[in-house]
């Protein structure tokens, strides 16, 4: 008898404790469960009643956090009435658990009130058509919108390389093999690519017929029926080089070789407008006839060229260059690289660093 009124008491002093909150919540803490990211904001409303016997009134409600947006009733909420805290959570940018509170102030008294959100953020799986060939050309989705093949050699058969294409469309996009572009380039499409469906495009270098030493572009036309755009236009780049296959060290001892008295020239500081002129010392310190096949600026500011183009062993030239400064200020930073027949050092480069001062 005993225990039955004592578990009577601890029921009534629990009700009766409910009963006495003087701002009483439906419900302290929400679970949304899983919400989409990409969805938009999540929104619940914690409905209370006014248990104090007067009028009362909510004065702020602070978030935890800035992607919670709070609102709330801003009259005074009779006594006996009903009012509401609004939780507006964003999910962008937050993959996962979360779990967020709302502090709640009256001007009941001092007691702040709690409330708890929570959730899962679900990602949606990423578009492959965004992630994985984010450049766009048409209904074609690419890596980039432009092709490097990388280095190939002026001395040997065409190079190929192919790379990844993806119709991310809603319709099938065929090539009818029409190209406009150099004879040296040849790039082949596939006959048609389905909606959603991988492809791969091959493009074809002949370094022979380009005859060009160092890094080159050239720029390629292709005809579809592609709807958003059917002209396709793609960048093609190289960095052209002579082959020289493996020598044995008695081999290299017999060969051409090439030194450049400095690999590093500091103009100082030079008048905007001014061009800039020096010499550089090129010897042959090989066994054979080393020969000059290219010399090229890497900017339209720099012209060089070398005298003579070949040089008997331990015969020595000059390398001339120049920097125009014209339109320029400020650091500068450029180079010259030469081409030739030394074939442990077919490639060698002098950096040219300068000061424009502006008039």
């Known amino acids: 008898m005993r225990l039955l009124t004592s578990i009577f008491i601890l029921i009534y002093t629990s009700i009766a404790t409910q009963q006495a ?16 990211e990409e969805g938009g904001s999540a929104d619940h409303d914690f409905v209370f009643i ?11 409600v602070q ?49 702040a009130i709690t409330l708890q959100l929570k959730g899962q953020v679900i990602s949606k799986k990423p578009d492959v058509a965004t ?17 490097n093949v990388g280095k190939i050699f002026i001395n040997r058969e065409p190079a190929s390389k192919e790379f990844p294409v993806y119709n991310g469309g809603g319709k099938p996009v065929n090539f009818n093999g029409k190209m406009m572009g150099p004879a040296y380039v040849k790039v082949e499409m596939p006959a048609t690519l389905n909606p ?17 030493f160092g890094f080159v572009s050239d720029n390629v036309e292709i005809e579809s029926d592609d709807e958003l755009q059917p002209v396709k236009s793609f960048s093609i780049y190289a960095t052209i080089e002579e082959y020289f296959p493996p020598l044995s060290p008695e081999e290299l001892a017999k060969a051409p070789a090439m030194r450049l008295e400095v690999s590093e020239i500091d103009l100082g500081r030079i008048r905007q407008g001014n061009t800039m002129e020096r010499e550089i010392v090129i010897r042959n310190i090989g ?21 003579p183009k070949k040089m008997k062993p331990g015969e020595e030239g000059k390398l001339k260059f120049s920097l125009s ?31 424009v001062e502006s008039r």
Not at 75 to 95: I, N, T
Not at 131 to 147: E, I, T
């Open 21 to 36: 909150e003087p701002v009483l919540f439906d419900e302290k803490t929400y679970d949304f469960g899983e919400i989409a």
């Open 196 to 212: 959603k469906e991988k492809g791969s495009i091959k493009v074809t270098y002949d370094a022979r017929l380009r005859n060009q």
């Open 325 to 355: 400064t014209q339109g320029r200020s400020g650091l500068q930073q450029k180079a010259v690289t030469i081409y030739s027949s030394d074939p442990k050092n077919p490639v060698q480069r002098i950096t040219i660093t300068a000061y």
């Open 63 to 111: 978030a935890s956090c800035g992607c919670t947006t709070p609102g709330w009733t801003r009259e005074p909420v009779l006594a006996g009435k009903k009012g509401l805290v609004r939780a507006s959570f964003d999910p962008r940018g937050r993959p996962g658990y979360f779990n967020k509170s709302l502090t709640v102030t009256t001007d009941f008294d001092g007691n």
């Open 50 to 60: 006014n248990n104090t016997g007067r009028v009362i009134k909510i004065l702020s």
């Open 287 to 307: 066994k054979k006839e080393l020969q000059i096949r290219s010399v090229q600026g890497n900017c339209t500011c720099v012209t060089a060229s070398v005298e």
């Open 131 to 147: 992630v994985d060939y984010p450049a766009a050309n048409g209904s074609l989705r690419l890596k980039y919108n432009s092709f």
